[in-house]
């Protein structure tokens, strides 16, 4: 660029340009996710000459590796980052060539997909419908499809509940059954296959423990034959019985006041599961005095005194003590079932309710008692929406207590096998429900993880109202496996609390909740989170986070005034400021209207493309009053080197009219429009001329100055002959430069009216042609009226593209031509006529007396034809002895 400015500047004349020809009109494709891709641009000249130039791209995604080019042939290469970007996304742009061949826009689009192969089909799946319905098309695929570890990213997925039962079921063992299963949870219709898979599941479900006690009945054994009893009795100890028999025979022994050993034991040992029946006193009364009772009596003994006795009665009181020991040991064991839960409801009290139950008493107040008829079932898996985890409960006899804490959780049923479902019928039945001692718990150990959970649910369902809940929520996120869906959901409450309340430079937030935001994946973030979060970064003035963000985001739709104090931020960073992204970042802050002037300087000062959008910024920058020297010259510079013409003008008068013009791209913006002008038949502004008729008027010695000025000059005042006596002073001194050189056109002669033109020049009429150096035209030529055929005369290259023929006409006569290309074709590239105008300089010479004498050959006047005949013959005569007379005189004096 500098070496052309500096020709120009010196009036050197260059008007061969090269051709650029691009190897591609555009680049499109589709790109895998995360992967670096490349492509190549051919830049050549298509006429061999020296191309130079710089390329630009405006979207962070695509970089060129080298902006500079040169050569006849450059291969320019180029990248693509997908890394940021997600399924679906897409990257648009353009490549922006700056040359002295001129300035082109090469168009890129790229359509972004997933690496796996299902990555197209999995982002299809808007609805579980869609899944469904491409399960009935291409069941097979769907089976691989169902196991990709992106299929749980599926749009469809988001919903918490479908995502839980697919993580459940997939770690089930047969995949079939899992894909199956999943779509009868999908609302999918169970395939005939399927029928037999639960067993008469529902009918007559519940069996209550409390009725087995009635089983008694059926072993009626009235027998008042003592020593018959007690052999009984110790035959079923030896044998270590405890069936039903055997403890009807214990109690009958009882009763008939045996003494056994190991009696009231074994008695024990043998109770009916919930067994609600009186004991004889005399077994309570043992018990009670007994300072040791076995851990396997205690809990039907316990349960029995319970159901029996109140607490006034002289039985429970003595027990009291040991039953609420017991109780307290089996909840700090989190054991738990039926008979449990009557111990728990009557002997745990809300002030006996320390640090060690509350850990673990809240699972049991949530415990509810599941009953499923399908024997072929071992475990019931509980899957919370909130967590990513799962709590494995063993299936007993078809019952199973289980604690469910909150009621939109996920149960899912697992054979010996490994293999889960989704559709076995099944009933709960809530075991313990006390409000009174779950606030309790949580009064004492407010950190509870499950307890803190409810209290967060509740919490983001009615929006974040201040910072202390705003704590809950991050500390449960921190603390607990969350679950995917559910942490996008509190990650999307987390930003509405901020959009809501974060003020600029808040110094309530803490390093928890920074670290909260940082940790926020913008993958599922919709634009309007994501614009939330890049504003609460930018508020707390987390800028190098914001300038991260927005890479990975793309455009944003912020409030100007943050996207203002971000540019700022990142301009006053000196690494920063030099960055391309943050360049393209601040012209899309511009392109949206901001008034910014720090930001205007900073484009006006850095910014280089393509040269409307530069003078975009030159007029906007003028308007404000912000620094545009530089953008100026910079802009005059690059639309010279790149033969621009558009609004060149413009930019010329705001930087003739800068502070510090530079003398040096003056002069080569005069000298392209003297080019434009006389060359290329251009107009040019009466500035540009009053600067020419300056350069030339101060210039002593008027060789100096380039030629094309006292072309273009000569020229421009031909056609405006209103002259003052000093301009015709110059114009003289102009053309007789010229006509030494021989640079003589047609507008030459029509300056004899004003200025002294040789006879040489006035003698003929000059046919011009502007033609390319490269191409030789062919000029065909004939003189009416005596020619009638066209011939063939050379035509000569005066200057540059300009190529003059001379010719001579008389009165009369009129010239007709014809030029080509090159060589004589079918069409002419122009045609014309000259006619001769009888415009001599002196009557009566020797031109003149021809001229006349071509006149009178067409009349019929002998007589004036020979005195016009004579008097040239007497003419030539005189001019012949002064020529030699002149000559003997120059002889002698040499000698």
Known sequence: MKERINKLARGIVEIDRPLLKLSDKSFKGTLEVGELTKFDLI??????????????????????????????????????????????????????????????????????????????????????????????????????????SDFENAPFMKDSGIYTIYRGLKRGHDRNIALKQFLIALGCPKEKEDDTDVSD?????????????????????????????????????????????????????????????????????????????????????????????????????????????????????????????????????????????????????????????????????????????????????????????????????????????????????????????????????????????????????????????????????????????????????????????????????????????????????????????????????????????????????????????????????????????????????????????????????????????????????????LSKDMLELLRKGQKAGAGINDMAERLLAQMIFCWTDDDLDEVYHIYRHSSAPQNVLIRAYITKRCIDYFLFGKGASKEVFADVYGIIHDERYKEKVPVIYLLAMSKYMSENKKLTGEEKYVLQDVIDILVQKKLVFPYTRTLSDIIRIPDSVMDKYYIEYHGEKSIRPSLYLRILPDERDFEEVEITRVYQNIYVRPITLFSGERAEYQIYDEEKGEDFVESGTIKADNKVRLKGDTFDIINEMSGLLSQDNDVKLRDVMLRYVKNESVIDELFTKELDEKNDKEQ
């Open 201 to 609: 599941a529902g009918e007559g479900i519940t069996q209550d423990e409390n009725k087995q006690s009635e089983k008694i009945e059926l072993f009626p054994l009235d027998v008042n034959d003592k020593p018959l009893i007690e052999k009984a009795a110790s035959i079923c100890i030896r044998e270590g019985a405890t069936d039903e028999m055997a403890f009807y025979i214990y109690q009958r022994a009882i009763e008939m006041g045996s003494t056994i050993t190991r009696l009231y034991e074994y008695y024990v040992y043998a109770m009916p599961k919930g067994y609600k029946g009186l004991l004889p006193r005399e077994v309570y009364l043992y018990f009670a005095y007994e300072r040791s009772i076995e851990e396997n009596m205690k809990l039907p003994l316990f349960y029995n005194v319970i159901v029996n006795f109140s607490e006034s009665d002289d039985i429970y009181q003595r027990f009291e003590h040991k039953i609420q020991s017991y109780a307290i040991d089996m909840l700090l064991k989190s054991e738990f079932n039926q008979r449990l839960s009557v111990i728990y409801d009557r002997m745990i009290l809300a002030d006996m309710i320390d640090e060690r139950i509350a850990a673990v008493f809240p699972a049991i107040l949530r415990s509810y008692r599941l009953t499923t008829n399908d024997r072929r079932l071992s475990y019931v898996v509980v899957k919370y929406r909130e967590l990513d985890r799962e709590e494995v409960y063993a299936l007993k006899e078809g019952n199973a207590y289980i604690p469910i804490f909150f009621e939109n959780s996920e149960l899912l049923f697992q054979d010996g096998y490994g293999n889960r479902y989704t559709d076995v019928v099944y009933e709960t039945t809530r075991i313990m429900h006390k409000e009174e001692l779950e606030r309790k718990c949580f009064e004492i150990l407010p950190e509870h993880a499950m307890l803190k959970l409810a209290k967060a649910r509740n919490i983001a369902n009615k929006g974040i109202a201040d910072i202390a809940q705003l704590r809950i929520v991050e500390q449960v996120m921190t603390d607990m496996d969350i679950s995917k869906p559910y942490r996008a959901f509190l990650n999307k409450v987390i930003l509405e609390y901020h959009d809501a309340f974060t003020k600029d430079s808040d110094k309530d937030l803490s390093e928890l909740d920074i670290r909260m935001l940082k940790n926020i994946d913008i993958r599922n973030l919709d634009r309007k989170e994501k614009d939330i979060l890049l504003c609460t970064y930018i508020k707390l003035s987390m800028f190098k986070d914001a300038y991260k963000l927005i890479l990975e985001m793309g455009e944003t739709d912020i409030e100007m005034t943050y996207l203002e104090k971000l540019i700022k931020a990142l301009i006053i960073d000196e690494q920063a400021g030099e960055s391309k992204e943050i360049m393209m970042l601040t012209l899309h802050a511009f392109r949206k209207g901001s008034e910014d002037i720090d930001i205007l300087n900073f484009l006006l000062r850095e910014y280089n493309g």
């Open 43 to 148: 830049i050549y000249s298509e006429n061999g000459i020296l191309l130079k130039g710089l390329i630009y791209s405006d979207n962070p995604a695509v970089t060129v590796q080298k902006d500079a080019f040169g050569g006849i042939r450059s291969r320019i290469k180029c990248s693509v980052d997908t890394h940021n970007l997600q399924d679906g996304d897409k990257i648009e742009g353009q490549l922006c060539i700056v040359s002295n061949g001129g300035e082109f826009k090469l168009p890129y689009s790229f359509d972004v997909c997933s690496s796996h192969k299902s990555g197209e089909v999995i982002s299809g799946f808007e609805t579980k419908e869609d899944f469904i319905e491409f399960y009935r098309k291409e069941p097979e695929l769907s089976r691989r499809v169902f196991d990709y």
